[in-house]
């Protein structure tokens, strides 16, 4: 699955599958301005560290003609126009460092190459966003070599939210562990939690996984201990929002949870994510920002809500995961071990040379 985020270069606009609706209706979403991507990106319809990522690299290309359009007599005003639009950009989420690492690249590519004009940059920038996307996917099958390494044939892993093709440009993270791992002929199956409040995993993942014919069975999110303990459970893999130094790691609410329960069942519990999604400037987890959304999402269940009036919810997006309960940090440069504070450093100075 790669068609979930398509760019139309004539008309300028982003073109995504609408998380929102699925696994019952498959609808597109047009992004033909800035704050369509901004509040696709806030609204849920695109989801997912690296997918978030990609489509920020677009929502680039869509504000460079945009800071043109805007631009009255040809003045330099375009410049300062575009760097406030990407500061919007990159603030849209707080938790997943793709988003920021995305539009700092973007930037910083305009900054090297300092076009004369708009025009100029959104030619530029429109050869490096289909590079990034095609850049994501690569990573992904990568890195989904080096996971398939560390399941045998037989096993169930159990996973969290949606680490798939639509968490990503294609293949997907966690989920692309396991398309690898079934690719070279190992019977892998998949148990699914359901991933409150909004289900990415009931609805994405299972999704997902049965439109390719892999074996998943759905799961409520308190279940995991006890599938662990009656022995249905041998790995875990899930994906990552943000990678401290240190290996701390933020992943959708409840993977902290499932941490410590592989810990206490010997089961290894892993990570799988892009370099991309490590931020070395952040040392440990706790300082990794963790989005809180609406309590709507927790008041409400399909439109109706289920909380009585006047009761509030707790609705962090994010927990983060301390780097001891963490088997290994599959990335395209290899499974990362302890110390991560070392072997992040290592990979990371592989990609800068």
């Not at 998380?19 to 849920?44: G, H, W």
């Not at 920020?56 to 003045?75: K, M």
Request: hydrophobic share 45%; with cysteine.
């Amino acid at each position: 699955m790669t068609d979930h985020i398509r760019f139309d270069a004539q008309s300028n606009t982003l073109d995504l599958l609408d998380q929102r609706a699925l696994p019952l209706v498959e609808e597109r979403l047009y992004c033909r301005t800035l704050d369509s991507v901004i509040e696709a990106i806030k609204s849920l319809a695109v989801r997912g560290a690296p997918a978030i990522g990609v489509s920020a690299a677009w929502g680039c290309v869509i504000a460079a003609r945009e800071a043109g359009l805007d631009t009255v007599g040809g003045s330099d005003d375009w410049r300062e126009n575009l760097d406030s639009a990407l500061d919007r950009l990159a603030a849209s989420r707080p938790t997943a460092v793709n988003l920021v690492w995305a539009v700092e690249h973007m930037r910083a590519l305009w900054k090297q190459k300092n076009p004369a004009n708009s025009a100029e940059l959104h030619t530029l920038w429109l050869a490096e966003a289909a590079r990034v996307q095609a850049a994501d996917v690569a990573a992904n099958q990568t890195m989904g070599a080096f996971g398939a390494a560390l399941l045998d044939d037989g096993d169930t892993v159990l996973t969290h939210c949606n680490a798939g093709a639509l968490a990503t440009a294609g293949w997907g993270t966690a989920l692309g562990v396991i398309r690898s791992a079934i690719a070279e002929g190992k019977r892998i199956r998949v148990i699914s939690d359901e991933t409150r409040p909004v289900l990415q995993g009931a609805r994405l993942t299972a999704y997902e996984l049965a439109r390719d014919g892999i074996p998943v069975m759905a799961a409520c999110d308190n279940a995991a201990g006890l599938l662990m303990k009656k022995g249905l459970v041998q790995k875990i893999v899930v994906g990552a929002d943000r990678i401290a130094a240190n290996g701390d790691t933020a992943n959708k609410i409840g993977t902290y949870g499932l941490a410590v329960l592989a810990k206490e069942h010997g089961i290894p519990f892993y990570i799988a994510a892009p370099l991309s999604t490590i931020d070395p400037t952040v040392l440990t987890g706790d300082g990794i920002p963790i989005e809180e959304r609406p309590d709507s999402e927790v008041a409400e269940l399909a439109g109706t809500r289920i909380l009585p009036e006047g009761v509030g919810a707790y609705n962090f997006a994010f927990d983060v995961t301390p780097s001891q309960y963490i088997a290994g940090i599959i990335t395209e440069a290899g499974v990362l071990s302890a110390p991560y504070e070392q072997s992040i450093a290592e990979a990371l100075r592989g990609v800068t040379g």
